[in-house]
């Protein structure tokens, strides 16, 4: 089944706070994210149907949602949607909790959902017997296996400690892999935003204030100024593992790059976030020198819209984009200009193996 | 029971049998009403909600017998329904148990209405919404998450309602008067035997089952009352 786009434009007051959003939601993982009070999960609920717009429509393929004349109800959505709480039934046991809302013409069963998410020892257990993790997991499956044509996850893993979530994250991957779903993933967490952003949408104030593919988003002039988050994402692939210096050998399209050694298989595509204050720019390049992660790359712009620093977007002989934070002398004293060569040197500092992300 | 009950008067056992008829079927009766009351008292905002909620709970402030007065204007022989019922349905109310029924489920009505909606607006309206959105209809979420989740409400409504039915005097002898074997329940025996000269040992008897009947209706709800918390909230 190809999975359906949803549209949506609407208009929602709510007291003193207005939303309007205009949003497509394709394949992938959309993830949403803004400061606390931007309406990120207003307009999931919005979506999912506990809350109803003042005016515009929402549609998922053919199915109208809402407009000027229709409301469709939240259980004729076919949307799964999980919240932060899990808000498992604390009456039901694990297995009637996910067969809360089967659908049984899935083309999955509860076993090969119990398995993805490994939730199969808990079935016979009471919601009460379980862990923060073990609960996020288990409102996971319930909302699968509805056999939803989008899922919505509303900060699905806020406030719980760091070993779960990696333990979950991948497992969120392989839900949109496996179940060929879209997922509209809401959370303030850069992290989860690197990992599994495949389309980025920014809000803030009520209001969409970038949207697109992650790397784009990170590169525009939203992104940064709304997220406090500064630099950008690449994917690289491994090239090889160095064992005795502990180090992974990546290959871009703009020369090699070096990091701590990680367990993903040669050949493999690995997703990076470089952060811009830990890119250092020089016109010819340096050979002495303790860094040991050197791009070439081109100047496409300079922005000196933030004082006291510069921004400097490069483009990478792929077209990857990565940004550099310096400061105004220094574009001055190279004699910056957009169109020149100049070699970007990366800190290996930057490289976070916890942000390894595997395309499919 | 049957050694109980051949140990008591044939007065004491008449008015016990009576009284347990009667809070019974009141309790039972009012149940289906107090649960939809409740759901539309916690769940749903409308106009003149204050209005409907003022006026469900006017029988535990206005004194029984202003109740009791109300019924009998209403059910009476010259009242309201009164010959309504009697000519289409053959029923009579007024001075039957039926009526002391009525009156006790009347008078009871808030107490369970209370419980149960206390009880409802504590489910979180989230999992009623996940259900929702895993695609139940608004009748299954209230029949397989909201009622189960109200059901330690229900338990305690049902054994408040029931053990004030037991106790209900002024509207019940304002209405249907004290008929024995029809309306003479066991605070109407009591009341009979106070007024009888030379039956304090008898009123006395009365006292103690009365004392012994309450005591037994509040273990059993309190053993109700854990057990469905215990299934309910797995604690």
Do not use: C
Request: zero cysteines.
């Amino acid at each position: 089944m190809a999975s359906e786009t949803l549209s949506l434009d609407i208009a929602l007051q709510q007291g003193d706070f207005s939303l309007q959003a205009t949003l497509d939601i394709g394949p992938g993982i959309t993830v949403l994210t803004g400061p606390s009070g931007a309406g990120k999960s207003t307009l999931a609920g919005v979506i999912a149907g506990a809350t109803r717009p003042d005016s515009g429509n929402i549609s998922l393929g053919k199915t109208i949602f809402f407009n000027a004349s229709t409301w469709l109800p939240p259980q004729r959505r076919k949307l799964g949607y999980v919240l932060q709480d899990s808000l498992l039934f604390p009456h039901l046991s694990i297995r009637s909790n996910l067969l809360y809302g089967h659908d049984k013409a899935a083309p999955f069963s509860l076993d090969d959902v119990a398995s993805t998410l490994d939730i199969t020892d808990l079935l016979d257990r009471s919601p009460h017997q379980l862990s923060g993790g073990e609960r996020r997991r288990v409102a996971l499956g319930r909302a699968i296996l509805t056999n939803p044509s989008l899922l919505i996850l509303d900060e699905p893993l806020a406030n719980l400690d760091a070993p779960r979530r990696a333990a979950i994250l991948p497992m969120v991957e392989q839900l949109r892999d496996r179940f060929d779903l879209p997922i509209l993933y809401v959370t303030h967490s850069w992290d989860e935003i690197i990992r599994l952003a495949d389309t980025l949408v920014l809000m803030e104030n009520g209001r969409i204030t970038a949207q697109g593919p992650l790397a784009d988003v990170l590169t525009g002039q939203a992104g940064p100024a709304a997220m406090g988050i500064d630099g950008a994402v690449i994917e690289a692939q491994v090239s090889e593992h160095l064992p005795e210096a502990g180090l992974t050998k990546l290959e871009t399209a703009s020369g090699p790059l070096f990091i701590s050694q990680i367990s993903e298989a040669p050949k493999n595509q690995v997703r990076l976030f470089i952060n811009a204050g830990d890119v250092a720019l020089a016109l010819a390049r340096p050979d002495d020198i303790s860094v040991q992660n050197i791009l070439s790359a081109t100047v496409e712009a300079i922005d000196p819209q933030t004082p006291p620093v510069v921004h400097v977007l490069l483009r990478l002989a792929d077209g990857q984009a990565l940004r550099a934070r310096i400061t105004p002398r220094a574009v001055a004293v190279l004699n910056l200009q957009p169109g020149l060569h100049v070699h970007a040197l990366v800190k290996s500092v930057a490289l976070d193996r916890d942000l390894v992300h595997h395309p499919v | 029971m049957d050694f109980w009950l051949t140990s008591l008067t044939p007065f004491e056992s008449e008015a016990l049998r009576l009284s347990f008829k009667v809070a019974l079927w009141a309790t039972l009766a009012s149940l289906p009403f107090a649960i939809g009351f409740a759901w539309l008292l916690a769940r749903h905002d409308f106009w003149g909600k204050s209005i409907l909620n003022a006026l469900l709970h006017l029988p535990l402030v206005v004194p029984p017998v202003v109740v009791g007065y109300g019924l009998l204007v209403l059910f009476g022989q010259n009242g309201a329904l009164g010959p309504f019922l009697q000519d289409v349905f053959g029923i009579t109310i007024a001075f039957t148990w039926r009526g002391a029924a009525i009156a006790a489920a009347v008078i009871a009505f808030p107490l369970m209405l209370r419980a149960i909606r206390l009880s409802m607006e504590a489910v979180d309206p989230r999992l009623e919404f996940v259900a929702r959105s895993l695609g139940a209809s608004r009748l299954r979420v209230l029949a397989t998450v909201t009622l189960p989740l109200t059901l330690p409400g229900i338990v305690a409504g049902l054994s408040l309602a029931f053990a004030r039915s037991l106790g209900e005097f002024g509207a019940t002898i304002t209405f249907v008067a004290n008929i024995p074997g029809e309306t003479r329940t066991l605070p109407l025996a009591l009341y009979t035997a106070i007024n009888t000269p030379g039956a304090e040992t008898e009123a006395g008897r009365i006292v103690v089952i009365s004392i012994l009947l309450a005591l037994m209706a509040l273990g059993l709800s309190e053993l109700a009352a854990r057990r469905v918390t215990r299934a309910v909230h797995g604690i």
